[in-house]
């Protein structure tokens, strides 16, 4: 069954540095999200993208978070200066099809970061 | 806007005995309800979906849903836990909007014990 790829799995950085979270998504779906979770709490939107712009975004994708489809197959969430509460579980997601659809998000394992 | 609320942050159940996680939802208008399980260290996995017709929905892994439109509920069951069972459970809604995002509940870590 395809999946959603995420890497790398375990991300240190030291707060200021900016991060690159990188995503393969199943190749025929055309939705993809970001979420994360910290330390086994609720899991929070962070933005949605589709057609190579940002769809929606919630209030924590602020001005320090960008995504981009470079190519066909990635998604990537970049951070620009990391700060400590940056600290998460990061989970991007991918879905045939959006509003008002059946379609179920297929996640990946997720990209722990740790900011030091 | 909708929601959805896990009022347990914790279930403890029997091997062997049935379980029940729940979930109630406010969304104006017919809802698109989830169900995911995650392990430790381990993304979120799709369980099942209600989006219309019978109110009982059946998944993956024995678990099944019943779907309550008067009291806006849509509790995991499953008959009978196993330990392997052991996990975080999220409910989720389908949210209206141009990204279609899925908004989570905050999660219910079920414990099955031997």
């Known amino acids: 069954e395809p999946e959603v790829t995420q890497t790398p799995s375990h991300q240190v950085t030291q707060m200021g540095q900016e991060v690159i979270l990188r995503c393969v998504p199943i190749s025929n779906h055309l939705y993809f999200y970001w979420y994360r979770q910290i330390l086994g709490q609720k899991v929070e939107f962070l933005v ?9 975004k919630s209030e924590i994708f602020d001005d320090q978070f960008s995504v981009e489809r470079p190519d066909g197959s990635n998604f990537t969430l970049k951070i620009r200066s ?25 996640f990946g394992n997720g990209t722990r970061l740790t900011v030091t | 806007a909708q929601s959805v609320a896990q009022p347990e942050d914790q279930v ?54 019943e779907f309550n ?21 999220f409910c989720a809604v389908r949210a209206f909007t141009q990204g279609g995002k899925l908004i989570f509940g905050q999660g219910t870590e079920l414990s099955v014990k031997p």
């Not at chain 1, 997601?93 to 998000?105: D, F, Q, W």
């Not at chain 2, 806006?72 to 330990?83: E, G, I, Q, R």
């Open chain 1, 48 to 56: 949605s993208f589709y057609n190579n712009e940002i769809s929606e």
């Open chain 1, 82 to 106: 990391t700060k400590l509460e940056d600290s998460a579980m990061y989970f991007c997601a991918s879905s045939e099809a959006r509003t008002g659809s059946n379609s179920p998000l297929h």
């Open chain 2, 12 to 65: 403890n159940v029997a091997e062997g005995n049935p379980l029940t996680v729940k979930c109630t939802y406010s969304v104006s208008g017919n809802p698109y309800l989830f169900w995911y399980v995650q392990y430790p260290n381990r993304g979120l996995q799709f369980l099942l979906k209600y989006i219309t017709g019978d109110n009982l929905v059946k998944g993956s892994y024995g678990f099944e849903a």
């Open chain 2, 69 to 89: 439109k008067s009291q806006t509920s849509f509790h995991l069951k499953k008959p009978s836990a196993l330990v392997s069972d052991s996990a975080l459970y």
